[in-house]
Every structure is written in structure tokens, then in C-alpha cells.
């Protein structure tokens, strides 16, 4: 399975109209060969560079998606998401673009192709999304891209 986007290569900057500088639109991505199999996906977005004294994680969690159709082949920049948005680190159920306080961060798109239709939740966070999901996964994708303000 894949996950890339015509907007940025693996390891490469986000351009700006995707972040907090920009307009703050999720930028397109691709899904390629996701097994016959799956029933669903979830999209995950997070930052792991963030400082501790902000959070003591260092994570940030930028967009939660789940029960996406996997016969979907792309969500196009800015889509609307005809599946189920969980919370962000912000407290809301969308994207929320890259804007790093200190310095360059990296941020990681996950894709996982599911063997079920997970049950629809309102509020679900990252880490209960991933417990959900647990032993459901039957593959997953990886997109990390960079991003440091002007």
C-alpha cells in the first residue's frame, strides 16, 4: 500500500498554501494499492517534533480521519470528507495545517487499511482511534513531509 501526494515528496516541504501560513487546506493525496481486502481506511496527520515544554508528549495531531472507502484512490486538496473526522490536538474535527513554533518539524500522513468498518464516534481522539483499530490493520501507508515558517 502507498500514500503520496502530488503536492510534496516523501521527506520534502509542505508547500505553504497547506499550512497555518497558507490557507490552511489539506493538501491532495493519493492511495494506491490498498488490499481487495480492507472494509476501511483512517488517515492520521501528527508532528512528533513538537517542544516538550508546549506538550509533554511532543506530539501534535493535526487531522483524524477513519471509515474512508477503500475504493477511494485520492482526496483532492481541501476535500470534503464524506467519512467520519475525529479531534485534533486543537480540540476540532478537521485539518489543521503545519505551524511549527521553533523550527523545522515533520509531519507524518499514516494511512491503515482496515478489515472493518469501525463504529462511528463523535470526539474520538487519535489514541482511541488506535485502540480501536487495534487488530484491524491489515496494511498501512506512510507520507512525512517537512515544514518551517518563514
Not at 472507502?69 to 478537521?94: H, R, Y
Not at 482511541?128 to 496494511?139: A, F, P, S
Amino acid at each position: 500500500m502507498q500514500l503520496l501526494s502530488p503536492a510534496f515528496d516523501y521527506g520534502k516541504p509542505i508547500p505553504k498554501k497547506y499550512t497555518c501560513q497558507g490557507i490552511n487546506i489539506s493538501p491532495p493525496l493519493i492511495f494506491k494499492d490498498v488490499p481487495a481486502e480492507a472494509k476501511s481506511l483512517a488517515l492520521i496527520v501528527e508532528d512528533p517534533d513538537v517542544p516538550k515544554n508546549l506538550r509533554e508528549d511532543g506530539l501534535w495531531i493535526h487531522w483524524v480521519v477513519y471509515n474512508l472507502s477503500p475504493a477511494i484512490t485520492e482526496l483532492v486538496e481541501g476535500a470534503s470528507i464524506f467519512a467520519v473526522q475525529g479531534l485534533n490536538t486543537s480540540g476540532k474535527g478537521c485539518y489543521e495545517g503545519p505551524c511549527p513554533p521553533d523550527r523545522q518539524h515533520r509531519y507524518f500522513f499514516y494511512c491503515y487499511a482496515l478489515d472493518t468498518i469501525l463504529p462511528s464516534e463523535e470526539n474520538v481522539t487519535r489514541d482511541q482511534l488506535l485502540e480501536v483499530m487495534e487488530g484491524h490493520t491489515i496494511d498501512n501507508a506512510e507520507l512525512m513531509g517537512t515544514y518551517e515558517k518563514d
